[in-house]
Nanobody, 124 residues
Framework: QVQLVESGGGSVQPGGSLKLSCDAS????????MAWYRQAPGNEREYVAG??????????NYGLAAKGRFTISRDNSKNTVYLQMNSLKPEDTAVYYC???????????????WGQGTQVTVSS
């Protein structure tokens, strides 16, 4: 079974930094893309950043809130995605979820998988 596990969350002061990690394991033939979403209490789940393979390169994309502050990267050989978060603000407080679009086998259709999330809290 496919499993995504996030780590690296915690509590920081405004202006601080955190680096999140997500490891994908299990029956995985190929991963088309990985992404980070977040959800604060009472809010909808929000796209933060994603990275996908185009040719032999990893192409990053960012949501509006992440531009200029967050950096997404991926280690293809390890099926791991990272999110470096700088200049954190109180409004960044949320549970951050890892997402992967992948094929389990050569004949499988593409499907979405989600991790359990890691809490990020930004406060003074």
């Amino acid at each position: 079974q496919v499993q995504l596990v996030e780590s690296g969350g915690g509590s920081v002061q405004p202006g601080g930094s955190l680096k999140l990690s997500c490891d994908a394991s299990g029956r995985i033939f190929s991963i088309d893309g990985m992404a980070w979403y977040r959800q604060a209490p009472g809010n909808e789940r929000e796209y933060v950043a994603g990275i996908s393979r185009i040719g032999n390169t990893n192409q990053p994309n960012y949501g509006l809130a992440a531009k200029g502050r967050f950096t997404i990267s991926r280690d293809n050989s390890k099926n791991t995605v990272y999110l470096q978060m700088n200049s954190l603000k109180p409004e960044d407080t949320a549970v951050y979820y890892c997402n992967a679009v992948l094929k389990e086998t050569t004949t499988s259709s593409r499907a979405d998988y989600w991790g359990q999330g890691t809490q990020v809290t930004v406060s003074s």
